[in-house]
């Protein structure tokens, strides 16, 4: 048997903390005093109130504790997490799916924050990203604002239903009855108007056009004086919805003011706009040290593929499991917009949908202006160079030209070796972002 020694510890002095709503269960884990090599440890419970984790915060600072690790339990963990982060802590947050017990472990409170300090210590995980004050403050509104859109938008589901329930079929002409000429239909049905004529003559610009199509689809036999009542509910709680989304898109502004030339970067991509680059600003920040490559920023937020292969036979449809979900919505929408445009990107969605289903080549787009915007966030300098539908039939154009020159050198006994200039994309000599100037 030979001798094996134990690999040396990531951090000496490490501490494991075990979330709950009202207590928290500390174990630090130090050197011993007594046997040379060994480790000593030590565990109390402390509340979760502010003046209880500052005592637990003086605790750890007398033991001389370099990091402390805990589980993403909830949200409990970021009053924790915040407050010691003030108090000038190390501090690593576990995703929960990684530091789960393992089985015919017994768990426990104070078991638990014992295997966070071992994990800790050994740096066996890496902690998850959790970024700075400032964008947890602009974070807290864009997500707000989606959530309060969200809301609309289910308010404008359920008035749609309820016209359907009625037997008017205004949504069958109109494409938003939410528009001006819709609204002001729908207001002059709650207040009492029955006559189609003079219901579609409501409508504004190019739906003058539909008159007639109107006039049948307002049919008001159905409609009672309890839907008008129902409805005047509805169109009153988006009227309040889209207010507090303006109030919001105010404030956001303001706290986007430092970040505005990041967030004229990011607008410049195709699908992307203001509130898109405000969003994606708000759930990835704009220091792009956390995320070394485009590779790793794409795989935390979850829209690479990832392969999931057991005994030879692939498993699962490809998924890239669960992400982010703000940033999925952002670059979902933004990647749908992109292919209605004529731009590198609208031509790849194009492109890909003739060989694969459209949320599969969709969720590719993604990826795609995922990369591009951390190339744009990681140099200050740079902006975004289009490169335009017809980048696919240039490239291939390219290729086959040099084959071609390839083939005809090496039938006079030449052999070739290709190299691209420096500085220069070595298909079409050109990159996706590139400095300015």
């Known amino acids: 048997m030979e001798e094996a020694e134990d690999e040396p510890l990531f951090c000496e002095r490490a501490a494991g903390i075990d979330i709950g ?3 928290v269960s500390v174990t630090i884990r130090v050197p011993s005093d007594t046997r040379r090599g060994g480790r000593q440890q030590e565990t109390r419970e402390f509340g979760t109130t502010r003046r209880q984790l500052l005592e637990m915060a003086d605790w750890l600072r007398c033991w001389g504790v370099e990091r402390a690790g805990m589980e993403a339990t909830s949200d409990y963990w970021k009053p924790v997490y915040f407050l010691l982060e003030q ?3 190390d501090l690593l947050l576990y995703q929960a799916s990684q530091v789960k017990a393992l089985p015919g472990r017994p768990k426990t409170d104070k078991l638990d924050s014992v295997w966070l300090a071992k994990v800790t210590e050994r740096g066996s995980l890496a902690g998850s990203f959790v970024p700075p004050d400032d964008i947890r403050r602009l974070r807290a509104h864009t997500r707000y604002r989606r959530k309060l859109t969200q809301a609309r938008t289910a308010e404008k589901q359920r008035a749609e239903k309820l016209l359907e329930d009625a037997h008017l079929k205004l ?5 938003d009855i939410h528009g001006v000429s819709g609204r002001a239909m729908l207001e002059a ?3 009492g108007e029955r006559n189609p004529r003079a219901l579609a003559a409501l409508a504004r610009g190019v739906m003058r056009r539909k008159l007639a199509l109107l006039e049948e689809a307002l049919d008001c036999s159905f409609f009672t004086p309890e839907h008008a009542f129902v409805l005047r509910m509805m169109l009153d709680n988006i009227d309040h919805y889209t207010a507090q989304i303006a109030v919001l898109d105010e404030r956001i502004a303001i706290l986007c003011q430092p970040y505005q030339r990041q967030i004229d970067q990011l607008d410049a991509i195709p699908g992307f706009g203001v509130t898109t680059a405000q969003d994606l600003i708000a759930e990835i920040g704009v220091d792009m040290s956390v995320f070394p490559t485009a590779g790793h920023l794409c795989s935390w937020a979850r829209v690479a593929p990832r392969a999931k292969e057991s005994g030879g ?7 890239t499991g669960r992400g982010n979900p703000y940033i999925g919505a952002a670059l979902g929408e933004a990647s749908s917009s992109a292919g209605r445009t ?3 990107l609208g031509a790849k969605l194009r492109r890909l949908c003739r060989h694969m289903p459209r949320k599969k080549a969709q969720g590719a787009v993604m990826r795609t202006q995922l990369a591009i915007a951390h190339a744009l966030l990681s140099d200050p300098a740079a902006e975004y160079h289009e490169l335009g539908p017809g980048y696919y039939d240039q490239q291939a154009g390219t290729r086959r030209q040099a084959r071609g020159h390839v083939r005809s050198l090496e039938r006079l ?3 070739v070796t290709l190299k691209p200039l420096a500085g220069t994309d070595p298909e079409t000599g ?3 972002a590139r400095a300015a100037g």
């Open 21 to 23: 709503k009202q207590m």
């Open 87 to 89: 108090q000038g802590l």
């Open 171 to 175: 949504s069958s002409v109109i494409s």
């Open 189 to 191: 049905v709650i207040a």
């Open 313 to 319: 036979k692939r498993k699962g449809q490809s998924a």
């Open 342 to 344: 004529q731009t590198f």
């Open 413 to 415: 006994g030449y052999e």
């Open 430 to 432: 050109e990159i996706i």
